[in-house]
């Protein structure tokens, strides 16, 4: 036998094993099918007994019936326990959300109260800044402010927007709007304080010695001369602390012109101020200074002493204007240097 048929006999055989393999498997499973088809098909009574003499009720049911409805009752036993889950879930969502509703209607109540709160202090705002301005000469608001003639009534008087609108965000949108349009003025307001904390640096307007201290032992104008018993004029006040050595300040920003001794000033420093103004610091005990140095108002530029033509230990201020002397004190006065003349200090 060639090799070419004991191959073509092995198929074959092989082909047959398989087919009846197939063949009884399908046979069994045939039966096994029957089988469960007969005891489905088998019936099932269930007699429900009164216990009265009324009639016995027989329920007859299939296998398969009753396994179907064992499957429905299990089936909406399961539908019904996940529902009650979700049902359980979701009712606690909703009692936190209900505590979250109560915190927020908490907090928007605050929120009402603290923008009624807002209003009030930006209507007071509003009359403090309109004073200020008129007074430093400043318009208090523009042509196409809301604010008018210093009244915000009209500016705060706000109604519900659409159906149950938030008054509160009108009036925050508005006060918003008036403090956008208050920065320039309060800018203006800034520039000028600045220029005039310029200015009051500028001219002498400080006690001059440092820390406040001393009383003025003699004014300016007429006065008896200590050492000939003459009226004369005093071009300037006398200042003393009782004692040499306290430091003495320059009463305003400037230069030093002049350092040096005369017979009748002893020690003596002189400053010159812008706007015209000089100011002279006499008897000195010692020079911090020198001349054509800058000095800035409150710097040191000596210390009180006894030089010259005096009879104590003192400090002798002039403030001159050009070719006039001044009164010292109607310039100390500008910045109320109480010290000057508080009790226990003056006179």
Aim: aromatic share 10%.
């Amino acid at each position: 036998m060639s090799t070419l048929k004991k191959y073509k006999k092995m198929e074959n055989d092989m082909f047959s094993r398989l087919t009846a393999r197939f063949s009884a498997a399908a046979g069994r499973f045939k039966a096994f099918g029957d089988r469960v088809g007969l005891a489905g098909r088998q019936k099932i009574t269930i007699m429900l007994i009164p216990h009265s003499e009324k009639k016995i009720l027989n329920l007859q049911f299939t296998v398969f019936t009753l396994a179907g409805i064992v499957f429905a009752a299990g089936l909406g036993l399961f539908v019904f326990v996940f529902s009650a889950a979700r049902f359980s879930d979701t009712a606690h969502r909703l009692q936190s959300r209900s505590e979250d509703l109560k915190t927020t209607q908490s907090n928007l109540d605050q929120l009402r109260d603290q923008t009624s709160r807002l209003v009030v202090a930006a209507k007071r705002f509003q009359t403090a800044l309109s004073g200020t301005l008129s007074k430093i000469g400043t318009a208090p608001s523009t042509p196409d402010s809301p604010v008018q003639q210093g009244d915000l009534a009209s500016f705060f008087e706000t109604s519900e927007s659409g159906s149950g609108g938030v008054r509160e965000i009108g009036d925050l949108r508005k006060i918003t709007d008036y403090l956008n349009k208050t920065i320039d003025p309060v800018n203006q307001l800034g520039s000028l304080l600045q220029n005039q904390s310029t200015v009051l640096t500028e001219i002498p307007n400080i006690w001059p010695i440092k820390g406040g201290i001393g009383h003025i032992s003699m004014y300016f104008g007429q006065n008896e001369n200590p050492f000939t018993g003459q009226w004369y004029i005093h071009t300037g006040i006398d200042i003393s602390t009782f004692h040499t050595g306290d430091p003495i300040v320059a009463t305003a920003d400037g230069k030093i012109v002049f350092v040096g001794y005369d017979e009748g000033y002893g020690n003596n420093v002189i400053i010159q101020h812008n706007h015209g103004f000089f100011t002279r610091y006499a008897h000195l005990q010692s020079f911090r200074v020198y001349k054509g140095e800058k000095v800035q108002q409150g710097q040191i530029i000596g210390s009180i002493g006894n030089t010259g033509l005096t009879t104590g230990p003192h400090l002798h201020y002039e403030v001159h204007l050009g070719t006039s002397v001044i009164d010292p004190l109607k310039f100390l006065n500008i910045r109320a240097s109480a010290t000057a003349l508080a009790p226990g200090t003056g006179q």
